[in-house]
């Protein structure tokens, strides 16, 4: 089921159009990444899906349950620029926010002690949130992204400022909201975070969308013929002759695989050379690189 629908959207701030033409569609249970160098124009679709503002022309339509139209209390919308009040306690501000966004007292205080209790910071209750570190003011406003239930959640470097081990906190609970139906948008610069975490992503530049997909068909699109060998032997001179060797250590080597050639050759070459191969494997650009690519292209 189609959760957000974009429409050609277009978005113009006195001379400069900062969404350009952009269609999406979204489906239910999926993390879907929002990426693009800084000014692409993420932040203003992002803005506009949330209900911040209207777009020029085009239409967004957000869906939850039943195809009914979601309303702002049913989207959560984590920045990345905080909106923590710094003097109040963190109690006293997640159950200002979370009734803002329709829950009663009591429905507030319980899901607030839930969500407070799988990040053990119940303790935090009382603390004003100036006497929190960066980290603990994430996991502050991860809290009060998410408190309210919604079906639709956007996140802008959900990471920023946590160490390792409280990122993966937050990512496994991003991950469980995926698997009980929420729709996610993710926009982070951290490519290797939407490898790991995203189904399909966008990438926008200079208000246009450039590239749109899946994460594994986009790797595979641009897949550049490399393949990384490792052994328990040492690689000699021989091997320029046959294949060209573009990194190389005593045990590893990549090669670089011309249009004649296949990977069926390579792997016959080095069972017949009687090479004793420990990791044969193709090496597939990362999305940082084809980031890198596209955008300088453009």
Request: hydrophobic share 35%; net charge negative; glycine share 6%.
């Amino acid at each position: 089921m189609s959760v957000l629908k974009i429409d050609n959207v277009v978005k113009r701030f006195q001379t400069k159009t900062a969404v350009d033409g952009v269609s999406l569609e979204l489906e239910k249970g999926q993390i879907f990444g929002l990426l693009g160098p800084n000014g692409a124009g993420k932040t203003t679709l992002i803005r506009m899906i949330t209900k911040i503002f209207n777009p020029d022309s085009g239409k967004i339509t957000l869906s939850g349950d039943n195809e009914k139209e979601l309303s702002t209390s049913m989207i959560g919308y984590m920045p990345e620029e905080r909106g923590l009040y710094k003097k109040m306690k963190v109690g006293e501000q997640l159950m200002y926010l979370a009734q803002l966004k329709g829950l009663s007292a009591n429905e507030a205080k319980d899901s607030l002690l839930y969500w407070l209790g799988r990040f053990e910071i119940k303790d935090w209750w009382n603390k004003k949130v100036d006497e929190l570190s960066k980290g603990m003011q994430q996991k502050v406003q991860f809290v009060s992204t998410v408190s309210h239930n919604p079906q639709f959640l956007v996140f802008d470097e959900p990471f920023s400022g946590l160490d390792p081990v409280n990122s993966q906190m937050i990512k496994n609970e991003i991950l469980n909201l995926k698997n009980s139906g929420v729709t996610i948008i993710f926009s982070t610069h951290r490519m290797e975070q939407v490898e790991e975490m995203c189904d399909d992503i966008a990438l926008i530049n200079q208000g246009k969308i450039i590239l749109e997909g899946k994460v594994d068909e986009i790797k595979n699109k641009y897949r550049e013929h490399k393949f990384i060998l490792e052994s328990n032997d040492k690689f000699d001179g021989e091997w320029n002759n046959e294949f060209s060797i573009i990194e190389k250590s005593d045990n590893k080597i990549t090669v670089q695989l011309t249009e004649n050639q296949t990977s069926r050759q390579l792997l016959k070459y080095i069972v017949d050379s009687g090479i004793d191969i420990k990791l044969f494997k193709e090496s597939l650009p990362s999305l940082n690189d084809i980031f890198i690519k596209l955008v300088t292209e453009k």
